[in-house]
C-alpha cells in the first residue's frame, strides 16, 4: 500500500491567517492526490482533486499544489467555516488511502 | 446531483456479517461511474473498502478483500456491502460515494457497532 502522511496533525489558526497543511506519498503518486474537509458528524467533503484542480463550488481561498510525493493544501485567509479536519488521499493505485488527517483548531 | 443514502442494521454481532445497501437518487449507477464504500472508525481516519463498476467489475482492499462483497443492483439503482466475520475492530460509519477520479459525492454514512 502507498502511505500518506500528513503534517502537521493539528494546526492551530486564527481568522484571516494563511494555512498550509503538507501531505507526503511514500511513493510517486504522480498527481493523483485529493484533498477533503470534514466537520464532525459529516461526511468529507471534496475540495481539490488531481491535486490542484479546484472542485465546483469550492472558494477560491483553497488551492492545491505538487506532483509526485510531496503536496499541499493551502487556504489563503482562513475564514470561521473552515475550522475542520482535512485529508488527502491518493488515487493512483490500489488500494487508495487517506493520510491521517489535519485538525484545524482556533487558535 | 446526485444522492446517496445507505442503509442496514446498527448492530451487528461478532462473527456475524454486516450487510448495508446504498440507494442511489438523482442519477444512475450505470453512468460512466465507479462507485465505492469507504469507513471511518470513530475517532479515526478514513479507510477505502472498494469499489464497483456497474458490470460488476471491483476492486477491493487487500486487507479486506478475503471478507467483502460489493455488488450492484441496477433495477434497484442501488449499491450493496457486505463483511463478513467481523469483529469490534469493524465498528465504524460507514459510507458509500460516487467515484469520479476522486470521491465526489459521498451518502450521510450509517454507524454500525459490533457487538453482543
Redesign the interface.
Known sequence: ?IQMTQSPSTLSASVGDRVTITCRASQSISSWL?W?QQKPG?????LI??ASSL?SGVPTRFSGSGSGTEFTLTISSLQPDDFATY?C?Q?NS????????TKVEVK | QVQLQESGPGLVKPSGTLSLTCAVSGGSIINSNWWSWVRQSPGK????I?EIYHTGSS?????LKSRVTISADKSKNQLSLRLSSVTAADTAVY?CARVV????S????TLVTVSS
Do not use: C, R, V
Not at chain 1, 459529516?42 to 471534496?46: G, M, Q, R, V
Not at chain 2, 481516519?45 to 477505502?48: I, S
Not at chain 2, 477520479?101 to 465526489?104: R, Y
Open positions: 500500500d485529493a477533503y459529516k461526511a468529507p467533503k471534496l482533486y488531481k472542485e485529508y488521499q488515487y490500489y488500494s487508495w488511502t487517506f493520510g491521517q488527517g | 481516519g478514513l479507510e477505502w472498494g476492486n477491493y482492499n487487500p486487507s459510507y477520479g476522486a470521491i465526489d459521498w451518502g450521510q454514512g
